[in-house]
């Protein structure tokens, strides 16, 4: 019974980690219909940013933020100039860009900051926990779930948010009413990079800071975000919790640890033959 | 000339080939082995001259284990600096070191240039259980020797391979000597392991049991993971249940060792820690998991850690440091990457300076399988080597919090 209780705390905690990637892929498709490969590489990127500076001597409540806004730029940046020249190009032409930006972030990672696995430390103080849920694991929670709220307000109630909105919803009679729909795009894709760092940066205390960290992850987080609604932000952090758990419980009591990692693509593949819109997605018709 | 020679062979009983090509071809041949024969009475391997000797290797330089590529960084330092030394018996050493990506067909692909473009007397060092199961036929059949390859798989130890040439204990061995510790020192200690969903894991498993024999029945629980899993969290609350008195964790990335240290500290559990000899090192492995966490893991050595905080006063440590220093100046000294070259280029100056001048193919594997007993800098005390370059002998050692300290006389792996 004990065991069965860790489990479960053991897969809501990894649970909002997918979650938190899952976030940022999601934003992203929204607003080009693209699943980005690179999330991943791109979080763990930013993520040895935020080591680096902690590294330093930077407190680690100012080198968060100071991350989130790097990878913001990174993300704005790579939008602006590696994908905007490939903007009408057939679908597998972006998908071959995203698996070279994959390459190229693990590549130049280990390159810049070396292959051995660094222990990166919680931020969060270690009276927070218990025997059952360690601080680390309350953190994380709250801060995906700041995340998400934060990423509501800003859609619900900012006139940028609104802008981004209609940018997504329709390119043509947004650049009509003035919105500049391609900066918009790349901010969506700053906005993405940011809340993929806070993803890394959360993961890398229980999973260690390597250029490798995030490949494992970015499967689930893939899983989490189809289950969700690969169209609705809100359904990312239940859908990731629901990964998380039933990965460790099917792993642990029902097919055993060989097929865990195969229960999440079962989880993908099924959810795209019963239900391709999610839990939680919209449905989405196209009217000819 | 060998190539030559071989191509005409096979081109010559063509079907297509007109009476008279194949004449022509024959008598060619002919001509070429004669002149084969005449430089073979100089002993030299093809990549052999007065002044040089040629070898290759494949690394992967990129693709998932690309931190272990640091083998090939560390090669070419070591045989520079003997080259800087005047080389071996007045020839200078020329490493070829092409990436291999762990793609096995591209190992074989770049192994085949390596031999018949690159000319190399000798494949050294090639990296992986993967890229070295795809070349080891082809070498085999060509009789090219592959001196002193990294992997301790145990198929590459058979007599099926005979130009392999091992330095790196086979796992079978480590698994013997680490288990023959339980039996003499907690016989009926509960046994729980959590292993890498592959041969590696497997193979130790298998040789725990073994070698437990009639008390295999300790084993309790087996659990096992995958390389790409981001955490082994729910796996260590599986086996946590078990409240089992030793926990065996066969794994090659750090990862999954540092999380069950931590984890298991978590949960309240204090088993003992049976690490595995590529998976102890006190910087890349334990003090991620906490060092507090992981006092009184037990493991076996054969060579010391550089990077162990406990030894920088040892003589052989400071030599190496001092290497690294001045050959690959700035990089990552915890890399067990960097280490292992060191202590192998010793073997290989050894196996080249006795085969003298007859540097044929045949003659340094004769030489490569016989060597003399010897230590070798690096080496812990007590452990040398004797025939064959593998290393057979291994001290069980024990973590004190800040360095892995021997707690055994050696011990020689048998089976």
Request: net charge positive.
């Amino acid at each position: 019974m004990d065991a069965l209780l860790f489990q479960i705390t053991s897969g809501i905690t990894t649970g909002f980690i997918y979650a938190s990637l899952a976030l940022a892929l999601v934003m992203i498709f929204q607003s080009t219909n693209h699943i980005n490969f690179a999330q991943g590489e791109m979080a763990m990127f930013s993520t040895y940013i935020a080591f680096t500076l902690v590294q330093a001597g930077v407190p680690f409540w100012i080198a968060f933020p100071t991350t989130l806004l790097g990878a913001f730029v990174m993300g704005f940046v790579i939008e602006r100039f590696v994908l905007r020249p490939f903007a009408d190009a057939p679908v597998l032409t972006i998908v071959i860009v995203f698996i070279g930006l994959l390459v190229i972030f693990n590549s130049i990672a280990g390159w810049i900051f070396g292959y051995e696995m660094q222990p990166f430390p919680s931020p969060f103080p270690h009276s927070w926990g218990t025997r059952l849920v360690s601080a680390h694991q309350l953190g994380i929670a709250v801060v995906t779930l700041s995340v998400l709220a934060a990423v509501y307000l800003f859609f619900r109630f900012t006139s940028l948010g609104l802008a981004m909105r209609a940018a997504a919803q329709n390119p043509v009679s947004s650049r009509l009413v003035g919105i500049r729909v391609g900066l918009l795009l790349a901010v969506g894709w700053g906005l993405a990079a940011a809340i993929g760092a806070v993803a890394g940066i959360m993961a890398a205390p229980i999973v260690f800071l390597e250029p490798n960290m995030m490949a494992g992850i970015m499967i689930y987080a893939f899983a989490a975000a189809l289950l969700g609604g690969i169209n609705n932000p809100a359904g990312a952090v239940p859908g990731g919790i629901i990964v998380g758990v039933l990965e460790n419980l099917a792993g642990a009591y029902v097919v055993g640890t060989e097929l865990k990692l195969t229960t999440a693509l079962v989880m993908i593949l099924l959810v795209l033959l019963i239900r391709p819109a999610g839990l939680f997605g919209r449905t989405l018709r196209t009217r000819v | 000339m060998t190539r030559k020679r071989e191509l005409f062979a096979f081109g010559a009983p063509s079907a297509t080939a007109s009476r008279r090509q194949a004449l022509l071809a024959s008598a060619v041949g002919l001509l070429l082995l004669a002149g084969g024969a005449a430089a073979s009475d100089k002993k030299y391997a093809p990549g052999v001259t007065d002044a040089e000797i040629v070898m290759g290797q494949t690394m992967p330089y990129s693709g998932p284990v690309s931190f272990a590529s640091a083998n090939g960084v560390g090669d070419m330092a070591f045989l520079k600096m003997l080259n800087e030394q005047g080389g071996i018996n007045g020839r200078k050493l020329k490493l070829i070191s092409l990436d291999d990506g762990y793609v096995p067909p591209k190992a074989l692909e770049q192994t085949r240039k390596l031999v018949e473009q690159d000319n190399v007397a000798f494949i050294y060092s090639s990296l992986g259980t993967g890229p070295i199961s795809a070349t080891a036929k082809y070498l085999t059949d060509r009789k090219v020797p592959h001196l002193l390859f990294n992997a301790g798989t145990d198929k590459f130890y058979s007599s099926e391979f005979p130009t392999l040439v091992p330095y790196f204990p086979r796992y079978a061995f480590q698994a013997e000597v680490l288990t023959r510790w339980i039996l003499k020192e907690k016989p009926d200690a509960k046994i729980v392991c959590l292993y890498q969903n592959d041969d590696f894991g497997r193979n130790f498993v298998d040789g725990l049991k073994r070698v437990l024999g009639a008390k295999a029945g300790n084993v309790i629980k087996e659990v096992s993971f995958e390389v790409r899993d981001p955490s082994v969290d729910s796996q260590v609350i599986s086996l946590a249940e078990t409240k089992a008195d030793i926990i065996m964790v066969a794994s090659v990335p750090a990862r999954p060792v540092s999380q069950a240290i931590r984890k298991a500290a978590d949960l309240g559990w204090k088993p003992v820690f049976l690490l595995m000899p590529v998976t102890n090192s006190v910087e890349t492995v334990l003090r991620a998991g906490g060092l507090e966490n992981a006092v009184g893991a037990i493991s076996a050595a054969w060579m010391k850690d550089p990077s162990d905080p406990g030894l920088q006063n040892d003589p052989d440590v400071k030599a190496w440091n001092a290497w690294m220093d001045k050959y690959i100046p700035g990089a990552d000294k915890r890399n067990n990457s960097y280490h292992f070259p060191y202590l192998k280029g010793w073997m290989l100056k050894n196996i080249l300076e006795r085969a003298g001048n007859d540097l044929s193919r045949e003659n340094l594997l004769k030489v490569a399988n016989t060597m003399p007993k010897m230590s070798l800098p690096l080496l812990l005390d007590g452990i040398t080597i004797e025939g064959t370059p593998e290393l057979r002998t291994m001290r069980i050692i024990r973590f004190n919090g800040t360095t892995w300290v021997p707690i055994s006389d050696p011990i020689t792996a048998t089976q």
